[in-house]
């Protein structure tokens, strides 16, 4: 089992910055990558980025490259998603997610685990 804990969200102003966190914890031996999702209601989960536990980051989503920055600290095992110049658009539950599979890391199917959400409100 792998425990995943989100943290950081929060309302902010377009053009604001702000750092979400993922804290996991249990069998993460065997995980691969870890990716940052995020969903509005009534929409589909939409993927955003993705890491391997071993620091390399895998790509991102159009929408939001440039903008955000994924990492990861090892000491901790824990994932960040960096967030700058927000914009409304971005408003949403950011959610982490935990995959042992290698491929197809921007669907959503492939991940076991998955933390509770943080919600992020950006007004302009």
């Known amino acids: 089992q792998v425990q995943l804990v989100e943290s950081g969200g929060g309302s902010v102003q377009a053009g604001d910055s702000l750092r979400l966190s993922c804290a996991a914890s249990?069998?993460?031996?065997?995980?691969?990558?870890v990716a940052w999702f995020r969903q509005v209601p009534g929409k589909e989960r939409e993927f955003v980025a993705t890491i391997t536990y071993g620091g390399h980051t895998l790509g991102y989503a159009d929408s939001v490259k440039g903008r955000f920055t994924i990492s990861r600290d090892k000491v901790k095992n824990t994932f960040y998603l960096q967030m700058y110049d927000l914009t409304p658009e971005d408003t949403a539950t950011y959610y982490c997610?935990?995959?042992?599979?290698?491929?197809?890391?921007?669907?959503?199917?492939?991940?076991?685990?998955w933390g509770q959400g943080t919600q992020v409100a950006v007004s302009s």
């Open positions: 249990g069998r993460t031996q065997r995980q691969y990558a």
């Open positions: 997610a935990s995959s042992r599979q290698p491929k197809q890391l921007s669907q959503s199917s492939v991940y076991d685990y």
